[in-house]
């Protein structure tokens, strides 16, 4: 029996991604030591910081044992003033400096934010975090057979697929005319390119061309999983989904600048996770119920004349979603206010989200949740994350069991 192509979904949703190396740890070193030799991920598909997800694991596929630890030492080793690097910075001056920027007639494409708050430091991260020939290597040696990142080119709005293969060229593609699929051997640009955040962290330029987030238009990238051959797929989701839906307070005055823009952010990051997945499901029982009708030929002989059309076979695709069962954002709201509290000479980064913490803006947008590269609180988001997949335990071992179906 051929053991099935698994496919890792890791989505976006920046300071959140501690999240994902939670699940993986579980996944490496809770599980029982006869499951964890099934654990493994043919196809890894990635946006903005599960870009970056992606790229360690499939790097460090010949040493599984050592991802979930690895992962999250990256996590709980990150600051706010590393990665929001703001050096002989003042509130005074940084005013004198937006305002000259502005009337800089010299400077003709304008000013940007990260002229202020440099990005260095999380660009040196995933330079020199993920062992990048790696990639290649664990991809000749099978331990993986492909590996996708997400981003979305500023001229023209498009996603861009970053795909790395162990065999040449591309598999076909769907026709959808906003996604475009480039082979590529994987670098740090194409990380970086992913999980450039607007008006956070700088575009990114890859050959001759600028991207930014890859969540503009897709934040878990579940089609490229399955494009390229995953039969059962993986989603780690970094959002809760509320038991029931409630209306949030109406607003009683104009809204502020930050609300907007938390807004904004929001809709960018917007989780397709169940719409993509209600899809799959869809095809599943259509194909299962015309088994029962038509006979169990029934899928080939859909697919004689389908398959061409689509440009890929139909068949069936099992999935397992790890999703917080707790709100990020109110996860992070206490490391936020124990911050507030703090004052004093912080660094502006930290000062600037102080004041974030005290306003409308976070409790309406979650901002802290996406931009809080914090310890402390990667700590309770990898904690959250290990009791979130033990209360999946069983439907893990049953997912990586290869005799299952």
Known sequence: ????????????????GAYEAGVIRYLREELPASVRTHVRFDVLSGTSVGASTSCFLAATMHTPDEQGRGLAAL???????????????????VSRKIWKATRNSARPEGWRLYDLFHPEPIEHIVRHSIDWPRIAANLARGLCSAVSVSATRIRDGKTVIFIQRREAGLPQWSRDPYQQPVE??????????????????RSARVGDEYYCDGFVRQN???????????????????????KMSMDPPKLTAMPTTLQVLGKVLNALMVDRTEYDLDRL??????????????????VARMNETMGVIRGQPYRMVRDLVVRPSRDLAELARPHLEKRARKGGDEALPTRLLHRLSGSNFLAQAELGSYLLFDADYAHDLIALAMEDAHARREQLIEFFDPDSK
């Open 220 to 242: 878990t990238p579940l089609s490229p999983a399955l494009r390229l051959g995953a039969d059962r797929v993986m989603v780690l989701s970094l959002r809760h989904k509320p």
């Open 281 to 298: 499901r869809r095809l599943n029982e259509m194909m299962e119920s015309g088994r029962r009708t038509y006979g169990e030929d029934f």
């Open 1 to 16: 029996m051929t053991k099935p192509r698994i496919g890792l979904v890791c989505s976006g949703g920046g300071a959140r």
């Open 75 to 93: 996590w709980t080793g990150l600051t706010l003033e590393k990665v929001f690097k703001v050096e002989g910075e003042s509130l005074y001056s």
């Open 184 to 201: 590529v051997v994987l670098g740090p640009e194409h990380a970086l390119a992913s999980a450039a955040i607007p008006l956070v962290f």
